[in-house]
């Protein structure tokens, strides 16, 4: 019976993929991200039969910002447009996922749980090496300004007061959209369908 139910599960993401969606509903780590990177990279490269978006649904607490930076730098050169479809929670490095869709194009549901907070780590060692981890933090941040700046278009004084102040900022979806984190907030799941190409076939 288990086998059964995997064998359904899987086909049921094939199917989605086929038609140009993925749904991401996990915390963000290499495991996590490699096939949403090889989903974009096949539609991209390798199908003859490239589609005119692509869907991207998204809910996750977030997780490992490097790895997200990974994918979000493969959705900013995929020559498919990505649509973004925000539902239940998107948080931490899921949100910044989340917004490095196509602009016009990121809509949130009305449920939605959205948290925006700093880059933060845990790191000991020697001094030289706290230095050095330093380092790599401080560049984090401005990577983070950067990114918030490009998908919002906001000012670096708004990105600091309201998106990445000192401590966690919780946001309902109609603040996200006034915040220019998405650009729709709908219910109207007939909305998230991406946009394919009409069938060329001809009738008999």
Known sequence: MTVQND?????HAEYLNDHGIYVFMDEVSNETIKPVVEW??????VTKHRKRELLLMICSA?????EAFALIDVMFNSQIPIKTVGLGQIASSGLLIFMAGSKGRRTLT???SILSHQ?????EGQAHELFATMREYELTQVRMIEHY???TDATDEIIREYLLPAQDKWLSAEEARKLNICDEVTANINQYTPTQPKST???K
């Open 7 to 11: 064998n359904t599960e899987k086909s």
């Open 110 to 112: 009305p449920n939605t």
């Open 62 to 66: 977030g997780g490992d910002l490097q």
């Open 40 to 45: 974009i990279l096949y539609e991209n490269y």
């Open 119 to 123: 880059f933060s780590w845990y790191n």
């Open 201 to 203: 076939r001809k009738a």
């Open 149 to 151: 700046r490009k998908c």
